[in-house]
């Protein structure tokens, strides 16, 4: 299939006639009409501008897809979209070979979701998934909202549509169960849909069809500038896809970005002894799983960095956390030599009474500091009598002055050197990032640490899922 991205002009209408079509009583989620989708940036054009060098074999996609992106980055090799496209096919090919199972599916199509299509603090959830042809129906819930939508994704699990228009239903129309459409009627059938519902006074015009496993691709032209999209109709006639996302596509130009943004990272201020500062909330997954990925750092750098965990200015998940943290910063300050085994132990499943069993702390030790710096920032009070809440949450004002200071937005945040750093949750890369803010890197910075991520929450496993832009905010 082409490289199709989001429709610039005929999704605006799309929504447009969202809301027309329920002004006529037609409701999207109960019809599977699904113009108002719950996508929030789906407006947005996602471009895709990668230069990736496609020679060679592909023996594992995923390993292979990002070697090649690599080699295209230290060759600055450009090469069109129509050859990339040739080795998309490829990979499809593979794909389908490969018969992706139904829970990979979702994985793939969750994944793609949060990281895209929708606001970062909302996750999506697919709830149900339904074999419809030669792709998949997708019930996927958003958590902000509670709302339901359709999306479709192929069985190879490198396509997918944000959404679709149930034609019959929009029509109220019943076809004809097992109706064979040929191409001209097919053709025929879209462009008055397009016509009668998507467009606005002026007409839209098919140039050409052509079919792509079940569904037909269209070439349209809309005016007033006689632009060119693409869309697309399933065999049966049934669906019109506004917009089609490539997703190896779309994750290797991110895969690109990423390359680049890691090599713009420059720390600034360089010293004999790194200051490194680490900004969490104790239950929040994301700055888990941050804290999953630095801990191996930490130890391996050990004295050789000024290393600190410290707190956001609020806590997003309850009075749990706001307790977890005083803890914490008790155990920091009273037993410190013992902080980093315990957060390890916390990590594992946030039992904190085994952990500090299991760490040989004697809690009598820690109840004078807990209860002096629970009074002198007013946190349990605070709480209780809903003071000084931030943006719906309690707060926690400990660190106030540095969260300030370095403009902390969320967890996790990474300051070195007094600089903030967006830096892969990956325990080599942070590695690397930290030893380039030494004036003279230590021998420990030639060792080697994992490449892969961290899953976010509890517990220690390690992912291929990208989520360093994901932050509890």
């Known amino acids: 299939m082409k490289k199709i991205l989001i429709l610039p002009i005929l ?7 969202a809301c027309s079509l329920n002004d006529k009583g037609i409701n999207n989620t109960d019809q599977e ?11 947005e054009e996602i471009e895709i501008n990668s230069s990736i060098d496609l020679e060679g074999e592909e023996n594992e996609i995923d390993s292979s897809k990002e070697s090649l992106i690599n080699e ?3 060759k600055e090799i450009n090469i069109d979209h129509d050859v990339f496209d040739k080795k998309t096919k490829e990979i499809e090919q593979v794909r389908n070979d490969q018969n992706i199972s139904i829970s990979n599916i979702s994985d793939i199509s969750e994944k793609f979701i949060n990281s895209y299509l929708i606001d970062k603090k909302s996750t999506a959830t697919v709830k149900d998934i339904v074999l419809e042809d030669c792709y998949y129906k997708l019930e ?5 909202t509670d709302d339901v939508t359709y999306s479709y994704i192929d069985k190879a699990g490198l396509n997918f549509f944000p959404s679709a228009f149930d034609i019959d239903s929009i029509n109220s129309q019943v076809t004809e169960k097992n109706k064979k459409y040929s191409e001209n009627e097919l053709k025929e059938r879209a462009i008055n849909f397009i016509n009668n519902h998507l467009m606005s006074g002026s007409k839209a015009s098919i140039l050409s069809i052509k079919k792509e496993d079940c569904l037909y691709e269209l070439e349209i032209e809309l005016p007033p500038n006689d632009s060119i999209e693409y869309s697309y109709i399933s065999e049966d006639g049934k669906l019109f896809f506004s917009s089609i996302l490539n997703i190896d596509e779309i994750e290797a130009d991110e895969i690109t970005q990423d390359k680049n943004d890691q090599d713009d990272i420059k720390i600034t201020t360089k010293n004999n002894k790194p200051v490194v500062e680490l900004f969490v909330m104790s239950y929040c997954p994301y700055g888990l799983q941050m804290e999953k990925a630095i801990l191996p750092v930490v130890k391996l750098l050990g004295n050789s960095i ?6 956001n200015t609020y806590a997003m998940h309850g009075k749990k956390e706001l307790d977890e943290q005083i803890l914490q910063y008790c155990l920091m300050k009273e037993k410190e030599d013992k902080y980093l085994n315990y957060l390890e132990c916390f990590l594992l499943d946030g039992d904190s009474n085994r952990c500090l ?4 702390i004697n809690e009598d030790v820690l109840n004078n500091c807990i209860s002096e710096v629970d009074k002198e920032y007013s946190i349990s009070y605070n709480y209780e009598n809903e003071i000084n809440y931030q943006e719906g949450y309690p707060s926690f004002t400990i660190f106030s002055k540095d969260n300030n200071e370095y403009g902390v937005q969320g967890s996790p945040t990474l300051v070195i050197n007094g600089q903030i750093v967006y830096e892969e949750r990956v325990p080599n890369d942070l590695l690397n990032t930290i030893c380039s803010a030494f004036i003279t890197e230590p021998d420990l910075c030639q060792e080697k640490l994992s490449v892969n991520s961290q899953t976010t929450g509890f517990g220690f496993s390690e992912s291929n899922t990208n989520s360093s832009n994901t932050v509890c905010n």
Do not use: H, P, Q
């Open 72 to 74: 295209s980055i230290e």
């Open 11 to 17: 999704i605006t209408l799309l929504f447009l006639s």
């Open 140 to 144: 996927v819930e958003v958590s902000s």
């Open 33 to 43: 009409a699904d113009s108002g989708n719950i996508y929030n940036n789906e407006e």
């Open 357 to 360: 069993n299991e760490v040989n």
């Open 306 to 311: 000024d290393f600190n965990i410290k707190f």
